[in-house]
């Protein structure tokens, strides 16, 4: 079995996602209003406060998670990280839903403290179209052990 071929493919930055979190904040702050205007009062400010806490943590998280401008790289071989000013990073990368024209992918990559840090992507094929089907070739692709693949090449002759 051969792997994927090389491929890059750019990764951009999700505007809809500060909309999303606005979004979902205000459908809660509704939804306890409504809650309080039915004459339920014992556990309102408890869930105002509950709503305020996930709200900024909501918010902390999503600063933190976010994923700047640059490319997935698939060498043949694994998977690196390029940002914007061509700095490589080696990656892993997993799969965590495939809808057919559209992949949410998870980056793990070592910070610079050496702690593990981990990113979402959500990767579209209208992005990219000439590109999508070897990336996604490429993300079903295993790296291979540098010695099993010594010993590959030498049986293929």
Partial sequence: MHNAPPVVFPVGRFVWGRWILVL???????????????????????????????????????????????SLAWSGEAWCWRDARGHETGIQLVVLADVGSALWVAVRMLNNAGWPTQRFAWMVGREMPQAWHGFRCAVYSRPRPERKMAEREVDEY
């Avoid at 902390?60 to 998670?65: A, D, Q, R, S």
């Fill in 24 to 70: 979902l904040a205000l459908i809660g702050a509704f939804g306890l209003y409504f809650v309080q205007s039915l004459g339920v009062t014992a556990s309102v400010p408890w869930a105002w406060a509950l709503w305020a806490v996930l709200v900024m943590v909501s918010l902390f998280i999503y600063l933190k998670e976010w994923l700047t401008d640059g």
